[in-house]
Structures are given as C-alpha cells and as structure tokens.
C-alpha cells in the first residue's frame, strides 16, 4: 500500500471513529486536522496532535512539542536529500562530507524524539 493510500485510509479510519473534519490543516504538512473526542486537533499524515495557538495568547509546552514536532518534518525531508546525494555520489571525499551531514542530522533527530517521549 502507498503511503498516500495510508494516510487516506487513516483519514477514513479517524471519521467512523467520529472525528470531524476541520478547516484548519496541519503546519507542518498542509494536511486538513481533525478533531478527536476531547476537542483535541490531531493530523492523520504526520500523526501528531496539533495545538492552535491564537494571536497573543502564551507559547505552552504543547506548542513547543508541535514546534518540534515541525523540525521533527524537516529533519526527516533533509535525511531523505542526502540520502539520495549519498546514493548518486562518487567522490570519496565529498561523500564523507555528506555522511557527516547525515550522521548529524540523525543525532538531532534522535535528540526530538527523546524530548518528545518525556514529554507528558
């Protein structure tokens, strides 16, 4: 199954759980949110709850998870372009470079993923 066809079929699995479709769309992806029983936004292709943050209201821990959250994204699109640059690539030496690159992007990454795991 592609991952198109996944999240789709998470989209239709969120609505027979009675989640309504919203008019907001994620941040990060652009997807439409959906809101959850609790009142809670949630996005069906990152699979991550979504906090809305209204002008001039406070910055709360759940906006920094969703701040992470989007440099979460970022980090994952970047691995992807250097994995590609790392496949194509013959010069040993600019390989290395890449692999350096690589290697740091997979520590800060990591790095999120703890973060978000203690968070509550």
């Known amino acids: 199954m592609t991952r198109e066809n996944e999240e789709l079929r998470s989209m239709a699995d969120l609505l027979r759980s009675g989640a309504t479709l919203t008019e907001y769309s994620c941040p990060v992806c652009s997807s439409p949110l959906f809101r959850l029983k609790g009142d809670e936004l949630w996005c ?6 979504v ?3 209204k002008e001039g209201e406070q910055v709360t821990e759940l906006t920094s998870l969703a701040a992470l959250g989007e440099v979460e994204s970022t ?4 691995i992807q372009e250097i994995n590609k ?3 194509e690539e013959g010069d040993i030496e600019h390989l290395q470079r890449l692999s350096n690159v690589l290697s740091t992007l997979l520590e800060n990454l990591e790095k999120i ?4 795991k203690q968070a509550p």
């Open 113 to 116: 993923k703890k973060i978000e």
């Open 75 to 78: 980090l994952l699109g970047k």
């Open 51 to 53: 906090v809305v943050v």
């Open 44 to 49: 069906a292709k990152c699979q991550k709850k």
């Open 85 to 87: 640059m790392i496949r």
